[in-house]
């Protein structure tokens, strides 16, 4: 795809979001054929956030999606694929959120990690093992989700790359950096909604462990020439199946000893 329909292709998606304007596809001529293309207008999607909002936005961190088998059934897509964090789309825990700025969200309960240092692209690929001395810190979160097409059930991954991996909004609790006190193996997590628990679900259905989601972004990244700046944030994937919520929803996601994370679509 030549530069300039990446471009226009960029510019749809964010007005797509800015205008609250859901489309069924992008023109014929601007849908990404593969991931390389897909990557590119995302690529391009942020430069658009970044100086449509005098650089008052800034990228926090990345997000990693359809690392749980229970998601990836829901939009038929079969791998993970990444998107950015910014700070302008993001919130602390006990937070109202305006459902004039959504189409139709989805929540996931996610466990997100703060890399404490820049990892070299010379060194990889990395193992989990390596990616677990680089964690700062751990800190339960929720996803939103709310893609800019009417059904992401089936236009499939490119474009779900495209649209920044369908990140709507991000919601995080207190940090933790005794990330050895934590059972990545296997932590529950109890999603309500209203006070009625909603879902059950657990660490080991993010890739077998959040950390390999970790993992897997870094590596793919650094394939890509790309990396993570020091103090990233990286929220690693449902702990559950995407849940739906409408206005009104009180949402609790349980984290156990890592902490709760609340906010209250208004």
Known sequence: MIHENIIKAANILYNCRIKLKRIDNLPINLIPQNKKEAYKIQDELVKKYIISNHNSSKIIGMKVGCTNKAAQDQINVKEPFYGNLFSIYSGISNCSINSKDFFKPFIEPEFSF?????????????????????????????????????????????????????????????????????????????????????????????????????????????????????????????????????????ITADFGKLGVVKFIYI
Do not use: M
Not at 116 to 143: D, F, Q, R
Not at 166 to 174: F, M, P, R
Not at 182 to 208: E, M, P, T, Y
Not at 210 to 217: E, H, R
């Open 114 to 250: 703060k890399i404490g240092k820049e990892l070299e692209l010379a060194n990889a690929p990395y193992s989990s093992t390596e990616i677990y001395t680089y964690i700062e810190s751990v800190l339960p979160s929720i996803e939103i989700v709310d893609s800019r097409f009417n059904d992401w059930k089936i236009v499939g991954i490119n474009n779900l790359i495209a649209d920044n991996g369908v990140n709507a909004y991000w919601i995080h609790g207190s940090e933790n950096k005794n990330i050895d006190k934590f059972n990545f193996l296997n932590h529950s997590v109890l999603l309500k909604i209203n006070n009625q628990i909603i879902d059950q679900g657990n660490a080991k259905n993010v890739l077998g462990n959040p950390i390999n989601s970790l993992t897997w972004l870094i590596n793919t990244l650094s394939q890509q020439g790309k990396s993570l700046p020091k103090n990233s944030y990286i929220s690693t994937g449902t702990c559950t199946p995407a849940i739906p919520i409408k206005k009104g929803d009180k």
